[in-house]
């Protein structure tokens, strides 16, 4: 039963039933549509309540239903939104914890509303590229106000009902029980016989036309690469200018519109894989998560620091451990410095800078970890030390507790195979900076048992972090695919492109920083490093030796004033630098090669196909078990651009014949840089089919 109803009183209350949020499944509409039926028929019946609980009284569209045949049954929204608001007896809405999209519009559809003061109210389409599809472009405005209304719609953010007090919106806003305000107001409504309906009232603005035009600017400017705000400034424009009727045309074309576009089917695509990415395919709902109420963390340098962060936001105790009291020192008075620095900006009160800093417990003894239910850690990446530091940890660590590894390239089995509990071990893939990145790489050892994952993914949540699982592998999802970007980069360099070319072409597309400038900001000597494996343990894979060669001068980047480009004292800004322009250009001399004009496209192409085509190979090898979860890696830790979906929604729309075309013609060129699609890359291109179902 997902609504349910009774009088009290010669009032209806009607109650929405559909957990966690009382999404308006069909079910749900075709209940509310019968109760309000089973009311009008009711003569003792004289008003209605319409409530969903404390929890919620609508989330809006029910996100099960959504791509579904059922979204589009009868009775749709809309349908039932007219219903209630062409009810014969007034019909109140009573809101308490959330009235979000399609929730606050159907609130909006009936003649009266109370709501809890800590209501959240809001219409969040925007944030999947769509607009209020129900009318809430047209009602909104009409019972807020229209600068309240674009603020609402185009942020897409809620707002505290205790804040909308005063507008139209709320008959009354209480602290005390809603559901019996609504019945107060209802009988009062019942009394007076009017029906209050919001599609009649005006938009009230003093000057609307000159208000509209200076948020037009503004919005425009804020949105370059997003269609939805304009449109919904647009629908928002014709519910002050044309009649109610129209105004809902307007919005419904808008929102046919929009529904087709690749932006909002990217960010459809983003958020639907990002809630996929937290289910693991043979780990059900019915494996029990263990308890994590104490952690450790082992090392105190950059990742130790800021991992042990994560879990002080969260209110969980920390043991931090390390091998002198100088580093253990230093650690602590990095993350102090970090609370510092957020309370200056005005983000943590002094007192939340103590109490997080109050749960943290510095230790040198090993012994100070036997009550940890999870122990992170974060040492120096060379075996031999992971290997003294998790046999230590597997004599201390109580039974059952969990054994993480950060190492970003190590074999988190021949780690797990340092203890003798396996199966209680795995790699949490933090990334720099620890308490800043969204991305946490889970990563799946052989032997790590079903609750340990089910366990991690459940606090990652807590943590607030963006968790995907990956399997063991020299650099996970995320690096292996970087590592092949990266290599592209560098034979563009030989074949005739200059960093600031290159990192303008690809930020041009929309990523948050291009290669040169990230890798300035990451350090060029991570890299350096890991290439210098590379010549050894694979020496049939080439690279560029432009970024050794750089190296060689010590040019690491940001941290040592030098690096790709130059950088002044005090300041990050990326200043081209004529040698190592000059660096690059002899380079390709000395290898003989002529360099050539190179177009943006080529170079988009080429970096985007080589993130593709590692992610092809890592599907293959169930390394990634879907294309949706090496989009979120791409989307929540390197900055693709959350409008082209990631980087294998993307291929999807480009089409994958296309994709394997490109790369056969560039394979051509330069011999260094020959590269061959992937065999699971080219079977779904030869059936014409696509990575993400
Ligand atoms: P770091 O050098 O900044 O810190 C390592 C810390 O571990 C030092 O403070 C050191 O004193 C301590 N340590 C060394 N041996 C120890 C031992 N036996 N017991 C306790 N403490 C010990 O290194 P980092 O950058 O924080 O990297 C730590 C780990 O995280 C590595 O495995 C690295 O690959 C991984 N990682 C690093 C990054 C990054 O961007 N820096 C990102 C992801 C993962």
Redesign the pocket.
Known sequence: MSVSHETRDGVAIVTLQNPPVNGLGLATRRGLVEALAHALADASVEAIVVTGGARAFSGGADIRELNRPESGMEPTLPTVIAAFENSSKPVVAAIEGLALGGGLELALGMHHRVAGSRAQIGLPEVKLGLLPGAGGTQRLPRAVGLETAVNMIISGAPVAAGKLAQSRLFDRVVDTDVVQAAIEVAKEAAASGELHKVRDWTVEHPEAAVFLASARTAVAAASAHYPAPLRCLDAIEAAVNLPFDQGIETERAAFADLIQTPESKALRHAFFSERAAGKIADVGADVAVREVKQVGV???????AGISMNFLNAGIPVTL????QD?LDR?LATIRRNYEGSAKKGKLTAEQVEQRMGLLTPTLEYADLKHADLIVE????EYS?KE??FSQLDAVARPGAILAS????LDVDRIAAFTGRPQDVLGL????PANVMKLLEVVRGKATAKDVLATVMALSKKIGKTAVVSGVCDGFIGNRMIEQYSRQAGFLLDEGALPQQIDRAMEAFGFAMGPFRMGDL?GNDIGWAIRKRRYVEKPHMTYSKTADLLCELGRYGQKTGAGWYDYRPGDRTAHPSQLVNELIERHSTDIGLVRRAISDGEIVERLVYALVNEGAQLLQEDIASKASDIDIVYLAGYGFPVWRGGPMFYADTVGLDKVVAAMRRYGKGHEGAAWEPAPLLLQLAEAGRTFNP
């Open positions: 082992v090392g105190a340098g950059t990742m130790g451990l390390e091998t002198s580093a650690g974060a040492v120096f990446e030390v003294s530091v950060n190492t970003s390239t893939h933090f990334f720099s990451a």
